[in-house]
């Protein structure tokens, strides 16, 4: 308070030439300002498909965070956080099942690459069973296929459903070969709610997906995210399919 006082005072000794900008034209400002950071941020230029000029390219940077966002103009550097959307609910019940960055690193970055993404995702799921006391996950290149499949079928046919374009849910499973049980978990989202770690924690919190993560006879998994998805309300968002097997 004592900042703000001694510069609105000496914004008053100056005259009304020197004034403070008035409440209007300081959100105008901000609004502005919000619009250019975004404008050059890499997720943005990616979808306009445009660089920036005079060498600046390197100089902006841009993540997802629990907040939102984040825009830096110089990587590291003072930026702004753009939204405000929490990636978790308060008091989560299954927070403690969540792996770690130490343990899962890149668990809320959504911009990592897809086949990283994956391998985050098979962490934090393996971490998650490991703590419930189940054996961890083997990556199934048969599922995965299938996984991939299953989220192809899902955005060409615009339903976000597991019996994809009217087929019945194992249908890309046993068409890939896979034998013996199976079990399957959808996630669909935009922006850094689709970040692995969110969507895991969706998934912990909904009592049947949760039940098929931690259903013992386990023993592979395939896991695919398909990026994109212009699918029922969602826009440019992100579609996970993790299937199971015995």
């Not at 110089?74 to 930026?79: A, R, S, T, V, Y």
């Not at 499949?149 to 060409?156: F, H, L, P, Q």
Request: charged residues 25%; glycine residues 10%; contains cysteine.
């Amino acid at each position: 308070m004592g900042v703000e006082s001694r510069d609105w005072y000496r914004a008053e000794k100056r005259g009304a030439k020197s004034r403070l900008l008035s409440r209007r034209e300081l959100t105008a400002v901000l609004l502005i300002a919000g619009a250019l950071l975004l404008l050059v941020s890499p997720a943005v230029r990616d979808r306009l498909g445009f660089e920036l000029p005079f060498g600046l390219e390197g100089l902006v940077s841009s993540s997802a965070t629990r907040g939102g966002l984040r825009i830096e103009v110089i990587p590291g550097g003072p930026g702004v956080t753009v939204g405000s959307t929490p990636l978790y609910a308060r008091n989560d019940p299954w927070q403690a099942w969540l792996a770690d960055e130490a343990t899962c690193p890149r668990g809320e970055d959504a911009s990592a690459p897809v086949a990283v993404q994956v391998q985050v995702m098979l962490c934090l799921a393996n971490a998650a069973r490991q703590r419930q006391g189940l054996r961890p996950l083997e990556l199934s290149r048969v599922l995965t296929l299938s996984a991939a499949a299953k989220a192809s079928d899902i955005v060409r046919c615009g339903r976000f459903e597991h019996e994809a374009c009217g087929r019945p849910v194992d249908e890309t499973a046993r068409r890939y070969g896979h034998r013996g049980a199976f079990g399957e978990n959808l996630y669909m989202a935009e922006g850094p709610l689709v970040a692995p770690r969110v969507a895991l924690d969706r998934w912990l919190n909904s009592d049947g997906h949760r039940e098929n993560l931690f259903r013992p006879e386990w023993k592979v998994n395939g896991i695919a995210l398909h990026r994109g998805a212009d699918v029922e309300r969602v826009r440019d968002g992100a579609i996970w399919v993790q299937q199971f097997g015995d």
